[in-house]
Nanobody
């Protein structure tokens, strides 16, 4: 089992920034993908971004490109999500997710394909 713990959510004004963190513990994998998803009230959970553990290749949903940056610190088993130029439509509960993947496999963007999830952290952007 892999345990994921997120932190860093909060309330921010539009145009502001937040940084989320997600630390993994428990079972270890030599290669994996860690991603961020979000779920707004009344909506389905959606992919935001992901990063491959070995290559560091990143993937972004179109609406966050240029504003959000995912990064990793493998020594700390931690991924970060730097969110800049936040908009009210970014308001959601943000979830960290873990997907064991071989180095040659691409990251997946479907909720159903991630095996492990954090508890979520609320991000609220006021207008």
């Amino acid at each position: 089992q892999v345990q994921l713990v997120e932190s860093g959510g909060g309330l921010v004004q539009a145009g502001g920034s937040l940084r989320l963190s997600c630390t993994a513990s428990g079972r270890t994998f030599s290669s994996y993908v860690m991603g961020w998803f979000r779920q707004a009230p009344g909506k389905e959970r959606e992919f935001v971004t992901a990063i491959k553990s070995i290559s560091g290749r990143t993937y972004y949903e179109d609406s966050v490109k240029g504003r959000f940056t995912i990064s990793r610190d493998n020594a700390k088993n931690t991924v970060y999500l730097q969110m800049n130029s936040l908009k009210p439509e970014d308001t959601a509960v943000y979830y960290c997710a873990f997907d064991p993947r071989m180095p040659w496999q691409e990251a997946r963007t479907s909720v159903n394909e991630y095996d492990y999830w954090g508890q979520g952290t609320q991000v609220t952007v006021s207008s």
